[in-house]
Nanobody, 115 residues
Framework: QVQLVESGGGLVQAGQSLRLSCAYS????????MGWYRQAPGKQREKVAI???????IYEEFVKGRFTISRDNAKNSVYLQMNSLKAEDTAVYYC?????????WGQGTQVTVSS
């Protein structure tokens, strides 16, 4: 069974930073490309950034230049450094595999940015 545990969220002001962490466990062969996703109130969950085991990354346009995804394969962890946060970044953030997210999803971590 896959376990995904996100942490690091909080309440910050616009322009500040947060670093999210995700610890994953389960079948190691399942964890190739990992991604961060987010879901804002009343909206569908969307992909934010992805990273493969070699460290190659792809970002959605709305976070390019502000967010950095990284991973530590030895620790089965993936991270999201979020700088220059905006009110529109407010959402619950989740990690999961890409392109086929595993179920169940983790509980996510709430990020709230006040303007």
């Amino acid at each position: 069974q896959v376990q995904l545990v996100e942490s690091g969220g909080g309440l910050v002001q616009a322009g500040q930073s947060l670093r999210l962490s995700c610890a994953y466990s389960g079948s190691i062969s399942s964890f190739g490309t990992m991604g961060w996703y987010r879901q804002a109130p009343g909206k569908q969950r969307e992909k934010v950034a992805i990273i493969n085991r070699g460290g190659d990354t792809i970002y959605e346009e709305f976070v390019k230049g502000r967010f950095t995804i990284s991973r530590d394969n030895a620790k089965n962890s993936v991270y999201l450094q979020m700088n220059s946060l905006k009110a529109e970044d407010t959402a619950v953030y989740y990690c999961n595999t890409f392109p086929d997210p595993r179920t169940p999803w983790g509980q996510g971590t709430q990020v709230t940015v006040s303007s």
